[in-house]
């Protein structure tokens, strides 16, 4: 039984170690909710609502994070002891906010292997000890400044690195980035830019040519139609993001052969749970998967590597290394990537690493304690 008593909230801001351009925003920090939780048993679990600060990558924002576990997942939480992290996450009366839910299922796992004695990764069913890893890299100012760091990722290891595209930062990087270093694999992710009426686009041939390992949802997440008209037409694998947003948005788009690869996403799909269910039906379908990131601190990011252990998630994740974002991490070990592989941390029960609450303290900008003596 995972008796939680008492929830804490930090609203923590971190600086990015490299401003990062998408073609909907530019950030140069980053600002998640951790939560902590202390069970009646003495345990604590840690999650992480990844949420970016604006509603861009979709609706939910920092504020609605906050807002949302405040007022009623960790209400939710405090109200009963639960024997699972399912049984959790089904009494959430909330619909549809999938970043803040993500957080309270995260704790929830976490305190349901701490229970059980193991890690996370093993909780799951994970079979790998080390994840394959890329860099997720924004559009840069110019071609010369994206070779640059490129160039500072291969140098560290990486051998897969994804591209932000727009319409006016697509193929010309793609290729620079391809010609220069033909060993690397190469990715591109539009985050939903381009639109029906770009279908005959000249510019997905283009790319298509250039022996992509895949395109990342280059149009909007309900367009499923044309995910599927694209792929039909393209040698190069498309993959999709945003658009799976549920179990029953990855059947639509399987039945609609909208896309051959799946970027699972913790923060997006609600949680750990919900996270392997669509690994498992994906591994089921012979689908292949890799996980996809939200410039998470340490706890998100051990989080997504546990879940990253489960043998479906075949090609290299946006799971990098923690100094590829930020100067210092809140947990102990730091995440280190080497030659492109990062260790699935399980080095202690639950989410394998220690929090440190010290660093946590340091950069949070507003914190909360509720009890559940006080509901
Ligand atoms: O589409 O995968 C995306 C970051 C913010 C919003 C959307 C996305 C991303 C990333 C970051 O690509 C990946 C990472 O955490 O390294
Ligand atoms: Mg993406």
Redesign the pocket.
């Known amino acids: 039984m995972i008796d939680v008593q008492e929830v804490t909230l930090f609203r923590v801001r971190k600086a990015l170690v490299h401003e990062?351009e998408?073609s909907s925003h530019t950030?140069s920090y980053i600002e998640h909710v951790l939560v902590k939780a202390t069970t009646a048993d003495g345990l604590v679990g840690w999650g992480e609502a990844a949420s970016?600060s604006d509603p861009f990558?979709c609706y939910e924002n920092t504020d609605t994070c906050w807002q949302i576990l405040n007022h009623y997942l960790v209400p939710t939480l405090l109200a009963g002891a639960f024997e699972s992290p399912e049984d959790a996450l089904a009494a959430s009366p909330v619909n549809g906010h999938p970043f803040a839910h993500a957080a309270s299922d995260m704790v929830m796992w976490d305190l349901f292997s701490q229970e059980q004695g193991v890690p996370l990764a093993d909780a799951l069913g994970g079979t790998q000890e080390n994840v394959s890893a890329g860099?997720?890299l924004g559009i840069e100012k110019s071609i010369d400044e994206l070779l640059k760091v490129v160039a500072h990722h291969v140098h560290d290891g990486y051998h897969r690195v994804?591209l932000?595209i727009s319409p006016h930062w697509a193929y010309e990087p793609a290729k620079a980035v391809c010609e220069t270093w033909p060993d690397v694999a190469v990715q591109v992710?539009a985050?939903g830019v381009f639109t029906a009426s770009d279908l005959d686009n000249q510019l997905f041939n283009d790319l298509d040519r250039l022996g992509l390992l895949m395109i990342?949802?280059p149009f909007a997440m309900e367009d499923l139609l044309s995910h599927a008209t694209l792929q039909r037409r393209l040698e190069t694998p498309i993959c999709l993001?945003?658009s799976i947003t549920s179990l029953a948005a990855l059947e639509t788009a399987l039945f609609l052969k909208a896309a051959q690869i799946i970027?699972i996403?913790v923060s997006r799909l609600g949680g750990v749970g919900p996270a392997k269910a669509v690994h498992d039906r994906c591994h089921d379908a012979g689908v292949p998967v890799w996980c996809?990131?939200?410039?998470?601190f340490g706890v998100g990011?051990a989080a997504n590597l546990a879940v990253a252990s489960l043998p479906g998630f075949t090609l290299p994740s946006?799971?990098?290394g923690s100094k590829?974002?930020y100067e210092t991490d809140v947990v102990d070990p730091e995440i280190i990537a080497h030659d492109g592989l990062v260790p699935v941390p399980r080095g202690r029960p639950g989410l394998g690493v220690r929090v440190l609450e010290d660093r946590v303290r340091q950069d949070a900008l507003e914190i909360v304690t509720m009890k559940a003596s006080d509901g």
């Open positions: 990062f998408t950030k970016p990558y860099v997720s994804k932000k992710d985050n990342e949802q993001d945003e970027n996403k996809g990131g939200m410039h998470e990011r946006d799971l990098s590829k974002y």
